[in-house]
């Protein structure tokens, strides 16, 4: 019996314009996500930039707030004010549960981000994965003084990532790092639900649309 066809899907992050937006829906993005307040790394907008792009993103891709509010009450009016599909939490929660913001936000999808730091992001993982609807694994350091909480342009063990996805029934997005050149790599080393890039794909800042589409063919193209 033939093995069936592995479809991986596309979130470009750091969409910062309605140009970019459209490029990116052009080149065939499932996702998109959007940045708010970050205490570090590139693509941080106004919540009123976050919310424009959201409604001009199509029905069909998904609109992805990265919010770095650790506080569920915080969370829940950050993704009222920006009204996008999905929540992307790329820190702990330190005050309420996941199902405080289920409760508050029904149909709004809950992304968990696992920084793969070391193997303890395995265990990370697993708590968390029965309380949202998708992990993405990223190259982040929340333990520093200044939290790295995406957008460092780094890859990280792919190794680990494999072993979270084998190990989790639900899809785990892959980002950290990746490139037109290396993402076919990370898809045959981990194998995941979908991939996500920002830096990448960017030239001075700024989303290049040779990359974008040099980025969009080799996943397309992949085969494993």
């Not at 982040?140 to 909480?149: C, D, T």
């Not at 639900?193 to 080799?218: E, M, W, Y």
């Amino acid at each position: 019996m033939a093995l069936p066809t592995y479809h991986p899907r596309i979130k470009i992050c750091c969409i910062s314009t309605p140009q970019e937006l459209a490029l990116a829906v052009a080149a065939g993005a499932d996702a998109l996500g959007l940045v708010a307040r970050m205490p570090s790394g590139p693509g941080v907008l106004p919540d009123d930039q976050v919310r424009r792009l959201a409604q001009l993103t199509p029905p069909a891709v998904g609109s992805f707030l990265l919010t770095s509010e650790t506080d569920t009450s915080a969370i829940i009016a950050h993704q009222c004010r920006t009204g996008t599909s999905t929540l992307q939490i790329v820190d702990r929660l330190s005050t309420g549960s996941y199902q405080d913001l289920r409760t508050a936000l029904p149909g709004i999808q809950l992304v968990q981000v696992i920084h793969v730091v070391d193997e303890r992001a395995e265990e990370e993982a697993h708590r968390v994965a029965p309380h949202v609807n998708a992990i993405l694994l990223d190259s982040g350091n929340p333990g520093l003084a200044v939290k790295e909480l995406g957008g460092t342009g780094r890859t990280h063990n792919w190794a680990i990532s494999r072993r979270i996805r084998d190990g989790l029934n639900m899809p785990v997005f892959l980002a950290g790092g990746l490139t037109p050149d290396n993402v076919q790599d990370a898809l045959a080393a981990v194998r995941p639900f979908a991939v996500d890039v920002c830096s990448g794909i960017r030239t001075n800042g700024h989303l290049d649309p040779v990359k974008l589409r040099r980025f969009v063919q080799a996943v397309r193209s992949f085969e494993g």
